[in-house]
DNA sequence: CACTTGACCTGTCCGC
DNA sequence: TGCGGACAGGTCAAGT
């Protein structure tokens, strides 16, 4: 599902192909989509804008217009975001790769943007639980308030996290470290990840971690974030790339979706529980 | 106030 | 083979 490192690869592709571009027209397949806008709204609306620039905070993707006007997009756990160019024409060079998706629009195509150029951007979203909202700047402020810190931006120091955790003493780190409010952009997979990569567990109490405890716990936020952004974020189902692949982090999971499979630093068993809502994966044996 | 559960949805997988 | 149910998990609202 798309978190962190998923949004942030499609905003640096998305950069790459919609600055610049125009909307010639939208359609609407599932109307809940683009809710509270009627399709017909929507399409008025939209038609004849031009993207200026393509932004991200937490799993937030920010689609910006010239016009300061912005189409804010939450994929929450299967949306997708597949940009086509016209044909005869391809964003990496070379010949279309069959591989790299199936053909658009599929079945579960939500709407689809035209630009004036004949380039399409398809909203996938299986589960229909993904939205775009046309906004205004006032609006998008109103929406990114109530988020908490980004962790890899620099003002994201052991303080900040050592302040966070005091502050919720009787949660566990898997709690907070899910909670949107208090840190962007965590979901499953990167909380589990995370504190495998600290060689913390995830259902320990936040007053009992010990200061160097917190410090590995962000040093390893921050490098499980970057590294799966180095391999365009993780596939394991439904999360796909702007140009339909898949990204390639999933052999870099340690705990995430590897239940009974062994350890890879000592070869136990990685177990699973449901905590705070979630399955949560760990290593009884690597984890305290 | 803090925490849990249900709702939103559909596809996949499992047991019978 | 088919069917019912559990499960997948981001976020908000409602319930305990």
Same mark, same amino acid.
């Given at each position: ?24 027209? &939208? ?9 509270? #806008? ?26 910006? $217009?010239?016009?300061?006007?912005? #189409? ?5 756990? !299967?949306?997708? #975001? ?16 069959? &591989? ?14 035209? $630009? ?5 951007? $398809?909203?996938?979203? =299986?589960?229909?639980?993904?939205? &775009? ?18 962790? #890899? ?18 949660? !566990?780190?898997?709690?907070? =470290? ?30 009992? =971690? ?42 870099? =999971? ?35």
């Amino acid at each position: 599902m798309p978190e962190l490192p998923e949004v942030e690869t499609l905003k640096r592709e998305l950069t790459k192909a919609l600055p610049g571009r125009q909307i010639k027209s &939208a359609k609407i397949l599932w109307p809940k989509t683009i809710f509270p #806008l009627s399709p017909q709204e929507f399409q008025k609306q939209i038609a004849g804008k031009k993207i200026s620039q393509v932004k991200r905070r937490a799993k937030i993707l920010l689609i910006d $217009f010239v016009d300061t006007t912005t #189409l804010a997009v939450h994929l929450k756990m !299967t949306g997708q #975001l597949i940009f086509e160019p016209k044909r005869g024409q391809t964003i990496r060079g070379g010949h279309p790769d069959k &591989a790299l998706g199936e053909k658009q629009p599929t079945r579960h195509t939500r709407f689809i943007l035209t $630009f004036t150029d004949g380039a399409k951007l $398809f909203f996938n979203d =299986l589960r229909k639980f993904g939205w &775009a909202k046309l906004i205004d700047d006032q609006q998008v402020r109103q929406l990114v308030a109530p988020i908490g810190i980004e962790p #890899l931006s620099p003002i994201f120091t052991n303080q900040v996290l050592v302040d966070i955790f005091r502050r919720y003493p009787n949660r !566990t780190i898997k709690q907070t =470290l899910l909670d949107q409010a208090l840190i962007a952009g965590l979901g499953n997979i990167y909380t589990d990840e995370a504190c495998f990569k600290a060689r913390l567990s995830p259902t320990r109490q936040n007053q009992s =971690l010990k200061k160097n405890e917190i410090k590995k716990l962000r040093e390893a936020i921050i490098e499980v974030l970057k590294l799966s952004i180095r391999h365009k974020g993780t596939s394991t189902k439904d999360y796909r790339r702007s140009d339909g692949s898949q990204g390639g982090f999933v052999p870099h =999971l340690k705990v995430y979706s590897r239940q009974n499979k062994p350890c890879k630093i000592c070869g136990q068993s990685i177990q699973k529980l449901s905590h705070a809502g979630r399955g949560t994966h760990f290593c009884p044996n690597c984890q305290k």
